[in-house]
């Protein structure tokens, strides 16, 4: 008894160098990837909960056609997405649970994407190098916006700007493809022949319930970003243009105050824009050479920092500096 006694100190210590063992890996590998030949600060990237692969991707995604199409109604937002000739709508209410669909539209290899943290849908051309690459979550967070990787090289991927941070492949770029997140009776007004995506796991996940309900209403971000403006609510629904490296936000609110759409000119393109506040979606036409992004607005202003707002309205009252 004596001897058994005396070795529990020794276990203890045993158990807890095995413990901060494997606390060291999971910060040296986080989710079991490897933070190589990384772009960012690596103390910046993040753990942001699920592990990988935890929030599922869709990697064989069906698709019914409209009228069969029950859980969409015509002021359900989708984001639309065509290319060859083909047309494919995936409701937001079931992307956010998924955040990635790798998908063929017309021919070319897609990934849609909607990262639930910062509002962002965004596609891509999953081709790399003439490599195609399929696309998971990785459970990590850079800038308070999710991380993409490939399965072909475990690279670590910006879901916000399609750029690998981290890994083999980090530099590389991935080709920007339109998407339109808007209610359905708008895209299938542009595309009354769309496909709708199907519900991916019925049995596992109730579609009719988001866990992001709360999140969206308040007024602060879950994890650290590179740059900060509380003039407006964190959450705020803007559209970010960029042409030629400039870049301008337009926000929900003030197209709002200036009567819900806008007519301008940036940089030598024509910006025209309608937001509707009932829907919570805008609507937009843009000139060719124009770069799009619809996102919260504390995301757009965390990855573009120099980012001007039309009609700046500058100090709100009652907002924090």
């Not at 003439?130 to 979550?137: E, N, P, Q, S």
């Not at 590389?172 to 199907?198: C, F, I, N, S, Y």
Request: negative net charge; contains cysteine; aromatic residues 10%.
């Amino acid at each position: 008894m004596t001897t058994a006694r005396a070795a529990w100190p020794a276990r203890i210590a045993l158990a807890l160098l095995a413990c901060s063992l494997v606390a060291a890996e999971a910060e040296e590998r986080p989710n079991g990837f490897e933070i190589t030949r990384h772009r960012v600060d690596r103390t910046k990237i993040l753990a942001g909960g699920p592990s990988r692969d935890g929030i599922p991707p869709v990697d064989a995604p069906t698709f019914a056609d409209l009228e069969q199409a029950t859980w969409v109604a015509p002021d359900t937002p989708v984001l639309g997405v065509a290319s060859g000739g083909e047309a494919r709508a995936y409701p937001v209410h079931l992307i956010e649970r998924h955040q990635v669909v790798n998908d063929e539209i017309g021919g070319t290899p897609v990934a849609v994407t909607f990262d639930p943290l910062a509002g962002s849908p965004l596609a891509f051309d999953r081709r790399v190098d003439g490599r195609t690459l399929r696309f998971g979550v990785s459970g990590l967070i850079y800038n308070s916006n999710f991380l993409l990787y490939d399965r072909e090289t475990e690279s670590l991927w910006s879901q916000f700007n399609g750029e690998a941070i981290s890994g083999p492949l980090s530099g590389k770029r991935l080709t920007r493809l339109p998407v339109r997140q808007e209610d359905m009776a708008t895209w299938t007004g542009r595309h009354p022949d769309t496909r709708v995506l199907e519900r991916p796991d019925l049995r596992g996940i109730d579609y009719r319930y988001s866990p992001y309900t709360r999140y969206w209403q308040e007024d602060d971000v879950s994890f650290p970003v590179e740059a900060v403006d509380r003039r407006f609510h964190a959450k705020e629904i803007a559209v970010g243009v960029e042409v030629d490296g400039k870049r301008r936000a337009y926000l929900g609110s003030i197209v709002t105050a200036a009567g819900g759409s806008v007519q301008d000119e940036f940089h030598g393109k024509k910006i025209r824009l309608e937001y509707s506040s009932d829907l919570a979606v805008f609507r937009y036409e843009v000139d060719p050479g124009v770069e799009l992004t619809e996102a919260y607005w504390f995301a757009w202003k965390a990855f573009h920092p120099d980012t001007d707002v039309w009609k700046d309205p500058g100090e709100v009252p009652g907002r924090k500096p």
